[in-house]
């Protein structure tokens, strides 16, 4: 049976444990209700490490007021189920109050690559998350962690983390695993009624669009961001909230394509934001 706990002390203790009989540990962090994406990431995280731990927690400090924390979908019993039948060995699966006791006063901002895409509109977030990846990171002591190229600016600023802060451990980002009829998988598509699932293609249309512009050569920024807004904007319950291509390192906005670039949306279909990419280097 896989071992689930919430208590860090424990979590440690284990650790140690694996770490004084020279084994490898892979992390998997996650906000919980697992679907294919996570799967892949906790495939890869077992192919590639003696053991596996997969973090399950909704970090409250990642989300502003009036954004889904309340709502975000939990399922730990069938979360388990999946950790376990994947091949995963721990999962930590936290309170807010183990995480942050009273008193938690200390918190990881970056400056840089939290400006541009998600970060505007949602200006708090990413401080959130290098706050709780951080705190993850010293409590599970990981050789490798894994992120899904899905969250592309947050797997940027990771990587750019993890430099800056000289934490001792390889990042390894995982490619989106998108539904049949193309749609990223994400907790969060739970949300969408039938009419808004059908609505939702439009993301995956409008990335499929950029691609093939860029794969035929196009390597004006505005150009791509203009079909792929005209794309968005033929489906009646989309809003874009932004449509850009960016540097795929240091997330800063390119005029001509070249390089490695992130080209990356976030849209609403109803009330549910959804976002997508893709990332090319030419
Ligand atoms: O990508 C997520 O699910 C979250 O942002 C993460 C990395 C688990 C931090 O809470």
């Known amino acids: ?8 002390s424990e979590i440690k203790s284990q650790i140690k444990e694996w770490k004084r009989q020279g084994l490898s540990i892979g992390l998997v962090p996650t906000m919980g209700y697992l679907h294919e994406g996570h799967q892949s990431l906790i495939e890869r995280a077992v ?3 003696d053991r596996v731990v997969v973090s399950i927690f909704v970090n409250p400090i990642q989300f502003a007021p009036g954004e889904d924390l309340e709502s975000y979908p939990r399922d730990i019993k069938k979360d388990t189920v999946l950790c376990e039948q994947t091949g995963a060995h721990l999962i930590f699966n936290p309170t807010p109050e183990e995480m942050y006791p009273n008193g938690f006063s200390t918190n990881v901002t970056m400056n840089g690559l939290t400006k541009e895409l998600c970060g ?8 959130g998350v290098c706050t709780v990846v951080s705190k993850l990171f010293n409590i599970t002591a990981p050789d490798r962690a ?3 190229e899905k969250d592309a600016q947050q797997l940027a600023i990771i990587k750019r983390m993890v430099k800056d802060l000289n934490f001792d451990l390889e990042i390894v980002g995982c490619p989106i695993v998108r539904e049949k009829d193309g749609l990223a ?3 969060r598509n739970t949300y969408l009624n039938a009419t808004e699932r059908k609505a939702a293609l439009i993301l995956s249309k409008a990335i499929s669009l950029g691609k093939e512009m860029v794969k035929n050569g196009e390597r004006s920024s505005a150009a791509v961001i203009k079909a792929m807004t005209e794309k968005i904007e033929t489906e009646p319950l989309a809003k874009i909230d932004y449509v850009n291509i960016v540097n795929a390192e240091n997330i800063e906005p390119v005029d001509t394509i070249s390089g490695s670039i992130l080209a990356a949306i976030a849209v609403y ?4 934001r959804l976002i997508d990419n893709f990332m090319i280097t030419v």
């Open 1 to 8: 049976m896989i071992k689930v706990s919430g208590c860090i």
């Open 47 to 49: 192919k590639e490490n």
């Open 120 to 127: 505007k509109t949602r200006p708090t977030h990413f401080g």
């Open 146 to 148: 894994y992120f899904g």
């Open 185 to 187: 998988k994400s907790s």
């Open 269 to 272: 279909i109803g009330k549910t």
